[in-house]
């Protein structure tokens, strides 16, 4: 298949509609309106849950962390140190030369969305929350729709470096963290994935506050020649396929054979996979192509921008060279997909729906914000304050000029 | 005055309404749907234009460079000059270390918003439009609704290393950048600063497309002693208040006999200014405050994160060192915020509206996308793989965890 014919099939995701984005906008209104009591009425509404009390107790994340086995409590700090160590490594330093000067600077206060439900992960609330306590974040306030007890999800968010945790989800969190309610203190930023809410209310509140990305279901771009081995090359699809019936699997190969190989792996252990209705499902959107030349291969990566590309190929390393828009690329046998969303380092939030063609994983510095420092000595401002003057000129902003032309005057 | 009081006292700009909104969301759909016919109907509705064939063709733009004077050609290759080399010193490398790399690209396709009616900005052109094509990108894309024949909009147009000019503005011309037409081909990231039906629109495509930031009135913070030049004060008062009605001053200082001094060289030549109304206007913006500490004083800034910061004071080095958050700083007598809105070489394109809490100026790097490449020896695999087993289990992700352990098995 060449690129043209890929690019006319492909189809970005969107499930959202104008009827959700009225019921998001009068969510944000009534929020920013009453506050605390909006965000009860809204949790009982869509939770089914009454909360006194939204801030969730110091006392009850060190409980949850306590209550583990030593081998999670393990898992738990070794992945948050190979995260910590990851991001140190990438982090922005200052930037100084001559009459200039480029600074960095933690975010004061940020917000970050845990998804919740039935569903618990631990290894989300690393890959958010750690990047931000690394950049030196003074208030890390998580905000999460989970509502057992005690669980992994709150002993992630005791040992990440959080500073507040709060019992909130949906567009009515994403309000609350935006504008401040009497409970939640507003933020500067919010970051981290959510349902299609959490995604309409964070576009709704962009420019009020930062917003990290808008996410779409997962995706992987895997291409394998045949120096892969099949049986784990049709385990990371169904490690794909098992998050959501939306999650896609593009599996390209030059040949024919490979894709027959890992699809007869996939059809030989589609039947012993635990969440195995998921994972059919989520299997009607993969996507198998030979793949006739090189130029073609990269055109479609750079085309789709997948939010993990995965090489598992001969020819792996100037394949990598030449991907210029992906979320992040995973090379060879020993980093497989999910390697990346446990323990690598990188966070595995990542853009999603071609959206990586403009954005990127988040990271440390997501959590920084900079400036630019001026300070121009005489002579060289001598030098440029005539150009300068012309075109203030020609703008018709004489005040500019004169605010310019006192100081070559004196 | 305190900082509290002060924060208490503070009002952020807001002139965005529901009608606004929907006006705005409607247009999008439209375009999104007819495309031209719709550019075309939106132009004529509210520029009071038929345009039949939106491209600018480059021998236009070429013809406005080369009908300006010497004077000014001169200007705006010495401005482009001076911002190309900024920029490029700021520009991010790619980052290797042993099994990771963190590598940079160009984003492919941008778009930038010239606002036009009858004030002409060259400036803006090269702040936004520069910095882009030292990123290299390779399809710089601008629109303006500027109907007039020749001018010096086109001239900068023409040097900035824009590759298509349209003649489109509004929430007509972000949604056709963002998905498209005839006429345009769909951008990946659209910046720029445009009036509130502009961001209105950038807001809703966020996602879509990348954004910048949403712009709001342009505002100074001017910190002042008695080392200053009062009238080159006032002068820098005047060049902030002539920009808009709504453009805002705070001119802070120790002592009540600065601003006195200000005030009085305010009002000895205000009468002299050519845009004399609009500046009397803006000047009921203007907050004028003794400051009783420096603690005080740097609590204010990094409320505000002003988008001009001009320390013109004794101790300007160890105030402006103590600045977490602000659009620029300036310092000193030579560098007057006139001099950075055209000439110093950071983009004046900066976050105004305590925005720059959490973003920055415009510059290079917002126009590089960047990921992770993920390439792990089999030693690091192997000590870390059980952590990741066992997060993977506990978060019920049973694909994940034979995807992991196929490869420590084999």
């Avoid at 030593?70 to 990851?86: F, G, V």
């Avoid at 792996?316 to 090379?331: C, D, H, L, P, T």
């Avoid at 380092?345 to 999603?352: D, I, K, W």
């Avoid at 304050?385 to 004196?410: F, M, P, Q, V, W």
Wanted: net charge negative; hydrophobic share 40%.
């Amino acid at each position: 298949m060449n690129a043209e014919t890929f690019k006319k099939k492909f189809v970005t995701f969107d499930d959202t509609d104008k009827e959700s984005l009225e019921n998001v906008l009068s969510i944000i209104e009534d929020v920013k309106k009453n506050s605390d009591s909006a965000l009860k009425k809204y949790t009982e509404q869509f939770d089914g849950q009454t909360v006194e009390d939204f801030r969730v107790p110091e006392e009850k994340l060190k409980r949850s962390f306590e209550n583990l086995s030593d081998e999670e409590k393990n898992a738990l700090i070794l992945i948050k140190d190979r995260i910590a160590d990851y991001q140190q490594s990438i982090k922005y330093k200052d930037y100084q030369d001559g009459e200039f000067s480029y600074v960095y600077h933690p975010l004061e206060r940020i917000g970050i969305y845990i998804p919740g439900g039935t569903a618990l992960y631990p290894s989300s609330v690393l890959m958010s929350a750690v990047p931000a306590a690394v950049a030196g974040v003074k208030d890390i306030v998580a905000v999460t729709p989970t509502f057992t007890d005690e669980n992994i999800t709150l002993a992630a968010l005791y040992i990440a470096g959080v500073t507040e945790v709060y019992t909130a989800g949906g567009a009515q969190a994403v309000a609350a963290l935006a504008y401040g309610t009497e409970s939640i203190k507003k933020v500067d930023k919010i970051t981290g994935p959510g349902n299609k809410y959490v995604a309409l209310a964070k576009k709704q509140v962009f420019g009020d506050v930062g917003i990290d990305m808008i996410a779409g279901p997962s995706e992987i771009l895997l291409y394998v020649d045949d120096t892969a081995d099949y049986t784990a090359i049709a385990y990371d699809v169904f490690a794909q396929a098992e998050h959501d019936v939306n999650a896609r699997t593009f599996l390209l190969a030059e040949s024919s054979n490979v894709i027959e190989a890992v699809q007869s792996e996939i059809d030989r252990l589609i039947g012993e996979q635990q969440r195995t209705d998921v994972i059919r499902e989520s299997l009607n959107n993969n996507h198998y192509q030979i793949i006739d030349s090189r130029e073609n291969l990269l055109e479609i990566i750079n085309y789709i921008a997948p939010e993990h590309v995965s090489i598992q190929h001969r020819e792996e390393q100037v394949i990598s060279k030449n991907i210029r828009y992906a979320g992040a690329v995973f090379i060879g046998k020993y980093s497989p997909e999910a390697i990346g969303d446990y323990a690598a380092g990188p966070s595995h939030v990542l853009p999603t729906n071609q959206t990586g063609r403009f954005s990127h994983g988040l990271n440390v510095n997501d959590f920084l914000t900079s400036h630019a420092v001026i300070q121009l000595k005489e002579g060289t401002y001598n030098s440029i304050a005539d150009a300068a003057k012309t075109i203030a000129k020609k703008e018709g902003l004489y005040a500019h000029y004169e605010s310019l032309n006192i100081r070559t005057e004196r």
